[in-house]
Nanobody, 119 residues
Framework: QVQLVQSGGGLVQAGGSLRLSCANS????????LYWIRQFAGQEREYVAQ????????TYADSVVNRFTASRDNAKGAMFLQMNSLKPEDTAVYYC????????????WGQGTQVTVSS
């Protein structure tokens, strides 16, 4: 089973950095696909990053490429999102998520954490 608990959100000034963490209380992620997804105030959702289960290849939304870095530690059952050069447009609730084994869509979600970037 996958149970995700998030931490690391908060308030930061434009140009600053934050690191989000997500821990799986169920243990190792193995080869599951992993995701970081954000929801804006208007409830629009955006897939920020995904990490492919087979080889760990990570892809990013155009809006965050070269600023955000997603990573995983399968043995510890942890995943991270390092966010640099933050902009007010990055303000959102950020969710981590994991796929069911053998699939490539987010089925298990963390509780979400608020990230607010001030100008």
């Amino acid at each position: 089973q996958v149970q995700l608990v998030q931490s690391g959100g908060g308030l930061v000034q434009a140009g600053g950095s934050l690191r989000l963490s997500c821990a799986n209380s169920g243990g190792s992620f193995g080869s599951r696909w992993l995701y970081w997804i954000r929801q804006f105030a208007g409830q629009e959702r955006e897939y920020v990053a995904q990490i492919r289960g087979s080889d760990g290849l990570t892809t990013y939304a155009d809006s965050v490429v070269n600023r955000f870095t997603a990573s995983r530690d399968n043995a510890k059952g942890a995943m991270f999102l390092q966010m640099n050069s933050l902009k007010p447009e990055d303000t959102a609730v950020y969710y981590c998520a994991a796929a069911t084994r053998g699939r490539s869509s987010p089925d298990f979600w963390g509780q979400g954490t608020q990230v607010t970037v001030s100008s």
